[in-house]
């Protein structure tokens, strides 16, 4: 468990920063009248914390493992957008879960893994 935490902090603490924004209540502001800001959001959030993920996972390893990778890189963080949306359901009184937020949760993993993968690997992490 060490290891991972020390393999992935970055990950970790964006996990949290969303576990946080996903339970609080958000104050109202003007972008609120932006059309889909919230799907916007999970897309962000999720697609950052992907590319987050493809990182410290390149930067650690040489050889991809697409079994870990589709386990642990894209279903892991699709289950956490819809436990994320459980727990809007069941424990805040502010927040409502919402089957489109996991579909931008999804999406933004997706979109995540494709840019995680392709821009880190052949142009950010040195070719070995």
Known sequence: MIRFIRRY??????????????LFNPPKTRLDS????????????YGGLEIVIWFEYLRHHTALNPIRMVLLGIIAPIALGGA?????????ENRSG???DLIADAVGVM????????????FILPKE
């Open 9 to 22: 902090p970055l990950s970790l603490l964006v996990i949290a920063a969303i576990l946080f924004l996903s």
């Open 34 to 45: 932006i059309s889909f800001i919230d799907k916007i959001a999970h897309v962000c959030m």
């Open 84 to 92: 994320m949306e459980l727990a809007q359901a069941l424990l805040t």
């Open 98 to 100: 919402d089957w489109m």
């Open 111 to 122: 979109a995540g893994a494709a840019v995680g993968y392709l821009a880190i690997r052949h």
